[in-house]
């Protein structure tokens, strides 16, 4: 692997080090800024059905959201190893994690597939019992279930794609995938071009298709020459002590994206009680603010996979320094985030069908995001990218989680349900917990616990022979 570190600047960070972090980061960016905006015109379509329509997505949505953290969670823990395996150079140790993570995000997915599918109602009554709603509800959760189990393949896939730098590939797959259910959408819900007027029926169709085609394309990559391509028995050659390392460490980061977002659709339970027309402009606010934070989030994911290389070469001093300048750069980049959010993000809400005192409710709600917004990715490169570069996955898991339920989740209820404040106070008043995130994250990173290496004695035998002779 082409050392880079022998040309070095001032700080001591490599010459190349920020068109590194502009290659690897901007496509995830790109990527998740054309799923989102596509899942906001998605919205916009559901949405012109009517805010019962739209609130009834939202909340079949919370399933699949929690799925997807579940998912990722586990595949991000995984990602510690890819990352590091891929800085040490060992393909084989990059293909039985990928193994790994596909087989147990699978397992995963059948347990939400079975809820999702067979107790849609069960489900639902834990956010809503509206009449308009439910019936809406249940479609979409029983219609779209099937992405549960194509998710547990296209997940970790992607997430090795990126982790081994090959972050443009599912840049790729998900512009195409996204695109093609856009289009698909169109056609279901407004019956355009011979097509049924399906509705919110025709839009989990159109996710449906959109997500077993990105599963499929995916599988192809990996069987075509790629960096993740490898024998059969190489993606179950699991030792003991790789489990358990691995478990130890994904158990943390499941965990973590497992309790956020439960405590994420906590906040849906409590702000759904505020009524549909509170919920819908929430719903619309929050599509709009995921167009903009994921130029911020993209951040975390490529600060991972960067120094996951270089701990995996053992050079500890040097990610600690890149670190420091990623978390820089986050800042600015969160705040700007912000600006855009704000301004742009109020003409955005034109698109929606919104009663007017949706609109008002959503335009407040955009500016209490976007005071958070920057405060946000600098927490979310701590946890994502750098504590878990380094395996320091489980402090990550209490401070965020104990942030969002000691703190988030009983703010939610007294400011929704006993106090009753309009949505974007409600929303005002959980945002507090971020604050306190924030410290305790800043200390641990201070404290440099979370900068080890994980992979020292599962590198693969070809690995080690080499590093012998080397020796």
Not at 69 to 76: A, K, Q, R
Not at 160 to 170: D, I, K, V
Request: proline share 2%.
């Amino acid at each position: 692997m082409q050392d880079i570190n022998k040309l070095r600047n001032d700080s001591g960070i490599p010459k190349g080090f920020y068109k590194k972090l502009v290659k690897i980061a901007l496509p995830i960016a790109v990527q998740g800024i054309i799923s989102s905006s596509l899942g906001l015109i998605d919205n916009i379509m559901v949405g012109s059905l009517g805010e019962e329509a739209l609130a009834a997505v939202g909340i079949a949505m919370q399933i699949f959201f929690v799925q997807y953290l579940f998912v990722f969670g586990f595949v991000s823990g995984c990602g510690t190893f890819v990352a590091q395996f891929y800085g040490a150079g060992d393909k084989k140790g990059v293909h039985k994690t990928l193994g790994f993570a596909i087989t147990v995000s699978l397992l995963i997915g059948l347990i939400f597939f079975v809820a999702a599918f067979f107790f849609p109602e069960k489900v639902i009554s834990l956010y809503t019992d509206d009449i308009s709603v439910v019936p809406l509800a249940r479609t979409y959760m029983r219609t779209g279930s099937w992405t549960i189990l194509f998710l547990g393949f296209s997940i970790p896939i992607e997430a090795s794609l990126r982790g081994t730098q090959q972050t443009t590939l599912p840049l790729y797959v998900s512009s195409f995938v996204f695109s093609l259910n856009t289009i698909l959408n169109y056609f279901l819900i407004y019956g355009k071009f011979g097509f049924p007027h399906l509705g919110v029926y025709g839009a989990a169709i159109a996710t449906v298709i959109a997500r077993f085609l990105e599963m499929f394309i995916l599988l192809i990559v990996i069987r075509k020459g790629n960096y993740l391509t490898g024998k059969l028995t190489e993606y179950f050659d699991w030792s003991k002590i790789f489990l358990r390392r691995v478990l130890n460490n994904a158990k943390s980061t499941t965990g973590n994206e497992l309790f956020w977002s439960l405590g994420q659709t906590v906040y849906v339970a409590a702000f759904a009680r505020l009524g549909v027309t509170a919920y819908a402009s929430f719903q619309a606010a929050n599509n709009i603010n995921n167009v903009f934070i994921f130029a911020g989030y993209s951040l975390g994911d490529a600060t991972l996979i960067i120094l996951g290389e270089y701990l995996g070469r053992r050079e500890n001093e040097l990610a600690e320094k890149i670190a420091k300048k990623v978390l820089k750069i986050g800042t600015i980049i969160g705040i700007i985030s912000a600006f855009g959010l704000y301004f742009i993000g109020r003409w955005m809400l034109q698109l929606f069908e919104l009663t007017a005192l949706g609109r008002i409710y959503s335009e407040r709600l955009l500016l209490v995001m976007a005071i958070i917004m920057a405060i946000k990715v600098y927490c979310t490169i701590l946890v994502i990218g750098i504590l878990r570069a380094g395996g320091d996955t489980k402090f990550a898991m209490f401070a965020e989680c104990g942030a969002v339920w000691l703190i988030g989740v009983p703010l939610a209820f007294f400011g929704a349900l006993t106090l009753q404040l309009p949505i974007y106070l409600a929303y005002a008043l959980i945002g507090s917990y971020n604050i306190v995130e924030a410290a305790i994250l800043t200390q641990r990173f201070i404290s440099k616990k979370w900068n080890k290496t994980m992979i020292v004695g599962l590198e693969s035998e070809d690995i080690k022979l080499n590093e012998n002779t080397l020796s």
